[in-house]
């Protein structure tokens, strides 16, 4: 049985052939027009990035190196006993582009489980910070304070060749990978839970599994497998969000995987990007106290426009790529589709009935180019069922998740030797100069 780090070393030289030859070949090809819209539109649609790991096309939603989520669901490892896709198979996939055996993917279950122990200092800084502080700026603020371990930043210290940059980077996504569940649930812990002990990890079962477990919810199978499911599929989703972008620019500067995702983790925490996770529950709940009982798709319509005329966006609807409802959604929709308990629950029901009423209203409305859920719009609902009913700490559960994408990717940048980011700004003047007489 490979390890990951052995499958990925068979890969590399295979992909920095492919870079070598592309730079040979097309360094001066064009892949598109740089419009004025691009530049004061927040890039859209600006193709400017290299990312292996997933692309997203507008229709069809993400793939992870080839993989749709129903290709992953079939394709992908599930924990002993469950059905959905765990955690460690997506991220043998993201980083080496390959679909890893069972025994691969136990071996990585085991690997993780076996580093993700919080050295003290990380313990005693999250212990020490107020309950009252977003458990999002507690996440970046532990996933920084994990860079005093880092192996990356020892090692360029000392003084590395260029190409050995990926190996030590790797050690640190590892880690860092297999550190988050401890710190994301001691985060939750102490927050909501003070004073239980939290138990310790069992290394003989996945990532989410302990994850679950160290919540304190791991009596709950069917939370687990939602988890799984949860984690696996917002793993990645190419790499100009702002959370993977960040961590993609901040590691350019060659700062380690944990600083990189530490800043990664900010910009996840931002409305418009995964704090609409946080933001969809609170709105829908909101709704729901509006609305009494007996619901009516009419009902819901005049509180979509009542959301809409208070000049506020509907969370959990629109997309900067998307065209379509998003599969992710989709994927967890069909997660409460086999079960009764969820398919019964109130605030379920709702989440579905709005998703039924809101695309018209926002046509409508007229202004988004994407009237259909994202993910967020159904993610919440389902935890809030299953007794997870913080929605202040949603986030962290996607800040768990996007550490597969976005830290897998560092490594590559590393292996291919991407150059530090650093795009051209103009200002408006020099915009105005450059466009006159077009
Ligand atoms: N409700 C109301 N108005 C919306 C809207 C929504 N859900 N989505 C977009 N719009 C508005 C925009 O605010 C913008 O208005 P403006 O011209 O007055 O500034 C206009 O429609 C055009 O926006 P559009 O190009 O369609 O969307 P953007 O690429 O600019 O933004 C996001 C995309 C996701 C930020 C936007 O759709 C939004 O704010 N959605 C609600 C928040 C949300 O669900 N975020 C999570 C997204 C994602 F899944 C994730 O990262 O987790």
Same mark, same amino acid.
């Given at each position: ?17 492919q ?13 598109g ?18 990312w292996?790991a ?42 080496t ?30 212990d ?18 994990l ?10 210290e ?10 030590h980077?790797?050690d ?11 710190l994301?649930?001691r985060?939750y ?13 069992n ?33 990645d989703?190419?790499?100009g ?9 901040? /590691?350019?500067?060659? @700062?380690?995987?944990? #600083? ?6 900010? +910009? !996840?925490?931002? &409305? *418009? ?34 959301t809409l ?11 900067g ?12 929709q ?6 009764p ?36 719009a ?10 997870l009913?913080?929605f ?6 996607? /800040?768990?998740?996007? @550490?597969?994408?976005? #830290?897998?990717?560092?490594v590559?940048?590393? +292996? !291919?030797?991407? &150059? *530090? ?18």
């Amino acid at each position: 049985t490979k390890t990951i780090r052995e499958a990925l070393e068979e890969v590399i030289p295979k992909k920095q052939a492919q870079l070598a030859a592309l730079k040979a070949r097309h360094s001066q090809s064009v892949l598109g027009d740089v419009k004025v819209e691009h530049v004061i539109g927040g890039m859209r649609g600006l193709k400017a990035m290299l990312w292996d790991a997933s692309v997203l096309d507008p229709l069809e939603g993400i793939r992870f190196h080839g993989l749709s989520i129903p290709d992953c669901q079939k394709q992908l490892t599930a924990a002993p006993g469950g059905k959905e896709i765990i955690a460690e198979s997506m991220l043998w996939l993201l980083l080496t582009g390959q679909v890893p055996t069972e025994a691969e993917t136990r071996q990585l279950s085991r690997e993780l489980a076996e580093k993700g122990d919080l050295p003290k200092h990380v313990i005693d800084l999250i212990d020490s910070l107020p309950t009252t502080l977003h458990p999002m700026t507690q996440l970046g603020m532990g996933v920084a304070a994990l860079n005093h371990d880092s192996k990356f930043a020892a090692a360029y210290e000392e003084g590395i060749k260029k190409s050995e940059y990926w190996t030590h980077t790797l050690d640190d996504c590892i880690n860092l990978i297999a550190r988050l569940p401890a710190l994301a649930a001691r985060i939750y812990r102490n927050v909501y839970k003070p004073g239980q002990e939290i138990p310790a990890i069992n290394k003989d079962i996945d990532l989410v599994g302990n994850y679950v477990n160290m919540l304190g919810f791991g009596a709950n199978h069917d939370l687990t497998e939602y988890l799984r499911l949860y984690i696996a599929i917002h793993g990645d989703h190419e790499g100009g969000n702002a959370s993977a972008h960040t961590a993609h620019l901040v /590691g350019s500067t060659l @700062a380690d995987p944990y #600083l990189s995702y530490s800043a990664a983790l900010y +910009a !996840l925490a931002g &409305p *418009l990007h995964g704090l609409a996770n946080q933001e969809v529950l609170r709105w829908q709940l909101d709704m729901q106290k509006e609305l009494g009982n007996n619901i009516t798709h009419e009902k819901i319509k005049e509180s979509l426009w009542k959301t809409l005329k208070s000049g506020r966006v509907v969370p959990g609807y629109g997309h900067g790529v998307l065209r379509n409802p998003d599969p992710r959604f989709v994927a967890l929709q069909e997660f409460c589709l086999t079960r009764p308990d969820l398919l019964a629950d109130p605030v379920i029901q709702l989440v579905k009935q709005t998703s039924e009423v809101a695309p018209d209203v926002l046509k409508e409305h007229g202004k988004t180019k994407n009237p259909y859920p994202n993910v967020d719009a159904a993610s919440g609902c389902v935890l809030y069922h299953y007794g997870l009913t913080e929605f202040k700490y949603y986030t962290v559960i996607f /800040g768990v998740s996007r @550490a597969l994408g976005a #830290l897998t990717q560092l490594v590559w940048a590393r +292996a !291919l030797g991407l &150059p *530090l980011e650093r795009p051209k700004s103009l200002s408006l003047e020099a915009i105005e100069k450059l466009v006159e007489g077009q």
